[in-house]
């Protein structure tokens, strides 16, 4: 794909779950939930997510949701560039239209959870931050034991104010 076919951030539609499915398995490094979870958040939860389209093929995406318990935040779920696509500033991007979807504009926080041996995630929401002029607070949220053998942490990145 040349560098220069322009990328556009859009609402999810129902169509895009599959594709978000296959997505994250080319990522090699995201957890693969099922299908069903994807079409689903297409579906019920397309006020906080995006999709990155580059001539007509999906490149990237980012799932979230309002937490229910922590009214003003919004909880950025999975964020997954196409592998091809990396380092090119898509992520960042993606944030940023993940902070201007429906829910992202009514909160104060985001949020998100990073295990420590991913330093691309680490240094996206960095950039997102310093972006922002905000603080970005990390604290413990799943320790390596909650999980089967094999999974990392996963510890809760907090940025705020968003505005
Ligand atoms: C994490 C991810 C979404 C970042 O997307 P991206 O398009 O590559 O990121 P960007 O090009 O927008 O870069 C954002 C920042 O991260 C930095 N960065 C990107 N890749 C990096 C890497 N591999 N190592 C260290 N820093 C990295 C960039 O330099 C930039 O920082 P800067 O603004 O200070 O220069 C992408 O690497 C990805 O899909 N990874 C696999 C899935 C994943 O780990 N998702 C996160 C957990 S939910």
């Not at 964020?79 to 504009?105: H, I, M, N, S, W």
């Not at 295990?115 to 922002?132: D, G, H, K, Y």
């Given at each position: 794909m040349p560098h220069d076919t322009p990328i556009a951030c859009r609402r999810p539609r129902l169509e895009d779950g599959a594709a978000i499915h296959r997505l994250v398995q080319r990522t090699g490094v995201l957890d693969v939930n099922s299908c069903y979870l994807y079409l689903l958040l297409c579906r019920e939860f397309a006020d906080t997510c995006v999709v990155a389209e580059q001539a007509g093929r999906l490149c990237g995406f980012v799932t979230g949701f309002e937490p229910p318990q922590r009214p003003g935040a919004i909880f950025l779920w999975q964020v997954g560039v196409d592998p091809e696509a990396q380092g090119q500033g898509l992520g960042k991007q993606l944030v940023r239209a993940f902070l201007d979807t429906p829910g992202g504009r009514r909160a104060e926080a985001l949020e998100t959870t990073i295990s420590p041996s991913n330093a691309a995630s680490q240094a996206l929401f960095r950039a997102v931050a310093r972006e922002r002029g905000a603080q970005l607070a990390a604290s413990e949220y799943?320790?390596?034991?909650?999980?089967?053998?094999g999974h990392e942490a996963e510890e809760l990145y907090r940025i705020a104010p968003l505005r």
């Amino acid at each position: 794909m040349p560098h220069d076919t322009p990328i556009a951030c859009r609402r999810p539609r129902l169509e895009d779950g599959a594709a978000i499915h296959r997505l994250v398995q080319r990522t090699g490094v995201l957890d693969v939930n099922s299908c069903y979870l994807y079409l689903l958040l297409c579906r019920e939860f397309a006020d906080t997510c995006v999709v990155a389209e580059q001539a007509g093929r999906l490149c990237g995406f980012v799932t979230g949701f309002e937490p229910p318990q922590r009214p003003g935040a919004i909880f950025l779920w999975q964020v997954g560039v196409d592998p091809e696509a990396q380092g090119q500033g898509l992520g960042k991007q993606l944030v940023r239209a993940f902070l201007d979807t429906p829910g992202g504009r009514r909160a104060e926080a985001l949020e998100t959870t990073i295990s420590p041996s991913n330093a691309a995630s680490q240094a996206l929401f960095r950039a997102v931050a310093r972006e922002r002029g905000a603080q970005l607070a990390a604290s413990e949220y799943f320790r390596e034991e909650h999980f089967p053998a094999g999974h990392e942490a996963e510890e809760l990145y907090r940025i705020a104010p968003l505005r």
